[in-house]
Every structure is written in C-alpha cells, then in structure tokens.
C-alpha cells in the first residue's frame, strides 16, 4: 500500500457565544485513495474485473457458485466511504440507491438489501466471519481474517487501481 498524506476538510463552526470552533475530518478523497474490496477468505473469488464487480454490488450476481450465496455488506450513509460505494461502483446518489434496492424487492429480484454496517471495524468482522460476504473498506483498516480482491488485475496502492 502507498503512504499518502492525508487531506482535511476543515469546518468552523459557531459554538454558541463562547467562540468558535475548528473541527477537523477526513474527505471522501481520502476515502477513496486507498479503498479494496475485500471478501470471506473462502469466497472462490480472487480477481474481478470492475464491471463484474459492480454487478456483484447491485446484486445481479447473487451466488458465486451454487452453494455460496453472496452476503453484500455496504457502510451507512454518513460514511466517507459510502460515497466512494455510491459515486464510483453505484453510480447513483443515494435516494437512487435506496429506490433501486426498493425495487428490486418488489419485483422479487432479490430478498434483501444490503446489511448496513457502521465501522470498518464491523466490516472486517462480519466479511471475516460470513461465508460469501463481500464489502469494501479503507486498505488501512483491513485485518487479517479477509481476502482482498484485485480489481482489473491491481491492487489498492497500484496506479491502475480502479477504486482510487
């Protein structure tokens, strides 16, 4: 993985009377500088191509192979990382996303969306932990337990690295 330095959004707030305040967080640029996608390390997967990946995260491909149902696990919608889910892999914004997810129930595609976590950290536990499951998370915050996926052949940190 590339070292990179690390680039800010800085908001001031007004504090009430007392002042004012500078908070200081992470952009979704940063987020998507160094995303994988990770998988359960017995998923019999170990490269995608993009678009075959962007169909496993809009759930037209259900199984990866007859036993093995797909388990997609995305970040809840505050995340800087949702936003890389959403802008690069969805294409859509988020009410989109919702509306697809909705209408694909309805028309009896699938029989659920995908499980919304919180933390990486619950990414890496539940791909860890889930036959099948597959997510996407900062490379700084895998762990050992999960199987990272090349995308077009690369890796994150590669320069043709599609999740940059």
Request: without cysteine.
């Given at each position: 993985?590339?070292?990179?330095?690390?680039?800010?959004?800085?908001?001031?707030?007004?504090?009430?009377?007392?002042?004012?305040?500078?908070?200081a967080?992470?952009?979704?640029?940063?987020?998507?500088?160094?995303?994988?996608?990770?998988?359960?390390?017995?998923?019999?997967?170990?490269?995608?191509?993009?678009?075959?990946?962007?169909?496993?995260?809009?759930?037209?491909?259900?199984?990866?192979?007859?036993?093995?149902?797909?388990?997609?696990?995305?970040?809840?919608?505050?995340?800087?990382?949702?936003?890389?889910v959403?802008?690069?892999?969805?294409?859509?914004?988020?009410?989109?996303?919702?509306?697809?997810?909705?209408?694909?129930?309805?028309?009896?595609?699938?029989?659920?969306?995908?499980?919304?976590?919180?933390?990486?950290?619950?990414?890496?536990?539940?791909?860890?932990?889930?036959?099948?499951?597959?997510?996407?998370?900062?490379?700084?915050?895998?762990?050992?337990?999960?199987?990272?996926?090349?995308?077009?052949?690369?890796?994150?940190?590669?320069?043709?690295?599609?999740l940059?």
């Open positions: 993985m590339r070292a990179s330095s690390p680039k800010w959004l800085v908001k001031v707030v007004l504090w009430g009377t007392l002042g004012w305040a500078v908070i967080a992470p952009t979704s640029a940063r987020a998507a500088e160094g995303m994988a996608v990770i998988v359960h390390p017995s998923t019999p997967i170990d490269h995608l191509s993009f678009e075959e990946m962007r169909r496993v995260f809009l759930g037209e491909r259900q199984y990866w192979n007859s036993n093995l149902p797909v388990v997609l696990i995305v970040r809840a919608p505050v995340a800087p990382e949702r936003q890389v959403l802008n690069k892999i969805y294409r859509m914004t988020e009410s989109q996303f919702k509306q697809y997810w909705i209408a694909r129930i309805f028309r009896a595609e699938t029989v659920s969306t995908p499980k919304v976590v919180y933390s990486n950290q619950t990414i890496n536990e539940l791909v860890s932990a889930i036959p099948g499951a597959i997510s996407l998370v900062r490379a700084e915050d895998i762990v050992p337990g999960v199987k990272v996926v090349r995308i077009d052949g690369a890796l994150p940190g590669d320069g043709n690295y599609p940059r």
